[in-house]
């Protein structure tokens, strides 16, 4: 064959390796309100930036006639290419190839990017839309399975991992984005599930259909497995890229700095009246958040699950801060199971990625009822309380109100190894509410009284007895708890200034295999 026929032959394998499973299959899955995989790399990427590996991988199995039937590519499109100028590895399953079910030579790919992800240092994106394990090839895809396990375990806390689901994702192939860090979900089109719900009827007798057991709103609402819901797949490309902005590209690099025009001193006194006089009454913390952060930009994540709690990523002047804040307008921002494990989970991401950590606290205590007790509060209000006294970045916390009980030591204080430690005028740092410290005070010599209005009466002194002793910021204040108690519309500058001296921070836990944090 002539030289120049070579290249012709070439550029013919390229086209038709593009092209995946083929025309129909690709119309087939535009039908379905679905890009194909290389649609979805050229959404996420920056223009032309995307450079393939392994186009001319086939599988190699020789069951069910499967030799008769190859695809170059063989069901996943992989490589690198670059997001804002940063490189990133990535792989993206092919529906139109076996279902972008996973053979062993697919695995193998994938493991190749997840390898040069961990070398260079930099993220890995997988876009999952699969059948799940090749059926045909038996045994070996369940090992390709658990090799690109395997990685994802390594890579933890190492290089930052993202999995897009745009397909299905059921069965084993669930866990490696449970594995990774951040997992999304598009509204339409995606599920995750260990078991469908054909199995789940034959097993135990459940009627649930695809989206009701495992779609976007079951898992970035109920389950807490995905961290967003997005309405598409360009949002979700968007948002992959926005997340990856307040990123190092590996855990020994620092977040990029963004310059920022927002002053650093900018007063709000808006702040100043947000907490109302009434302690039982709610207020948004999302609008405290809005308000401090470089121009108002924070991006939440788990925005739907478990809403007492509020974590996500924001800038304090061009600096990358983790916020964890418990939010009063949803019961009354108390801790539970899942806003503990929520903000434990994303704490310990902060601190894994060198992302200094912004605690905003206005918190009841925890959740109490046999409900809670029999859900593990007390191990799930512990992974919480660990995650913040084993971080080493930089721990900025402000308290705006209620901070009470174990809550006030989870909620990254003083003695969790909290480097700034401020309130607000309104904070109530105590052991308890008034209401309840009265009743276990004051018990007996309450009941001793027998005209309900004198009860009355008797009960309402001792409360402001109580409130005016505790509930404020100046007994933790006193004792060097509380750095400083300081004026709500000058918090903005506070944090920044704290975070800015907290920049050369080095805190070295003590040497282990690794720590054993209540899981
Ligand atoms: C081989 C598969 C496949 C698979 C789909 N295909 N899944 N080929 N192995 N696992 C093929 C189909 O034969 C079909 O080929 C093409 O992909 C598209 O599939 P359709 O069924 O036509 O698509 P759709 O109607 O959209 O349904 C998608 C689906 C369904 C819901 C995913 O295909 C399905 O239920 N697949 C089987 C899922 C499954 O049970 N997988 C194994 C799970 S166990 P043609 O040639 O017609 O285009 C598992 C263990 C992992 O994964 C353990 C890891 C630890």
């Not at 013919?12 to 690709?26: F, M, N, P, S, T």
């Not at 139109?96 to 993220?123: H, N, Q």
């Not at 900025?396 to 009980?405: A, E």
Request: with cysteine; aromatic share 8%.
């Amino acid at each position: 064959m002539e030289n120049q026929q070579k290249v012709k032959n070439l550029i013919d394998l390229r086209v038709q390796a593009k092209l995946g499973g083929g025309e129909k299959r690709i119309a087939s899955q535009h039908a379905k309100g679905k890009f194909s995989a290389r649609e979805r790399i050229d959404m996420l990427l920056d223009e032309g930036s995307f450079e393939e590996l392994d186009m001319f991988v086939t599988h190699r199995c020789n069951n069910f006639g499967l030799e008769k039937e190859k695809y170059l590519g063989d069901g996943v499109i992989t490589g690198h290419g670059t997001i804002d100028g940063r490189t990133v590895f990535l792989y993206a399953q092919d529906f139109t190839v076996f279902g972008g079910s996973l053979s062993e030579t697919m695995a193998l790919k994938i493991c190749k990017v997840m390898d040069m992800a961990m070398k260079m240092g930099c993220p890995v994106i997988g876009v999952n839309d699969s059948g799940g394990a090749r059926i045909q090839e038996g045994v070996t895809s369940l090992a390709g399975y658990a090799e690109i396990f395997q990685r994802n375990i390594m890579a933890s806390g190492v290089i930052p991992q993202i999995s897009a689901i745009y397909g299905p994702c059921a069965g084993g192939a669930v866990y490696s984005p449970a594995l990774t860090d951040f997992v999304l979900m598009t509204e339409d089109n995606s599920y995750m599930f260990v078991t469908g719900p054909k199995v789940v009827k034959s097993v135990t007798g459940e009627d649930i259909s695809t989206e009701d057991l495992g779609g976007a709103d079951v898992h970035a609402g109920k389950s807490g497995v995905s961290h967003f819901k997005v309405e598409n797949e360009e949002e979700g490309m968007l948002l992959i890229r926005k997340l990856l902005t307040y990123l190092p590209q590996n855990n020994l690099e620092e977040p990029p700095l963004v310059e920022t025009h927002d002053p650093i001193d900018r007063l709000e006194d808006s702040l100043n009246t947000i907490v109302p006089d009434n302690p039982n009454l709610p207020y948004d913390m999302k609008n405290v958040i809005h308000t401090i952060v470089d121009n108002g930009e924070f991006l939440e994540v788990h925005r739907n699950y478990a809403r007492n709690i509020i974590v996500g990523f924001a800038r304090f002047n061009g600096i990358s801060t983790g916020i964890i804040a418990n939010q009063p307008n949803f019961l009354a921002g108390v801790l539970d199971c899942d806003a503990s494990r929520k903000a434990a989970r994303f704490v310990r991401f902060c601190d894994a990625f060198n992302i200094p950590i912004l605690t905003l606290v206005d918190v009841p205590g925890f959740l109490p009822g046999s409900g809670q007790e029999y859900a593990g509060i007390i191990i799930h209000g512990a992974k919480l309380m660990f995650a913040y006294g084993e971080a080493t970045v930089p721990k900025v916390t402000v308290t705006l109100r209620k901070s009470y009980g174990g809550a006030h030591d989870v909620m990254s204080c003083k003695q969790l190894r909290g480097d700034f430690n401020y309130a607000w005028p309104t904070a109530e740092i105590a052991v308890m509410g008034a209401a309840g410290a009265i009743e276990v005070l004051e018990g007996r010599a309450i009941n001793a009284i027998t005209d309900p209005e004198e009860k009355a009466k008797y009960i309402a002194e001792k409360v402001a007895e109580y409130n005016e002793k505790f509930a404020n910021p100046y007994q933790a204040a006193s004792y060097g708890y509380i750095d400083d108690v300081i004026e709500p519309r000058n918090t903005r500058f506070r944090i920044i200034r704290a975070f800015q001296a907290l920049q050369t921070k080095k805190v070295v836990n003590p040497l282990r295999k690794h720590c054993n944090i209540p899981l």
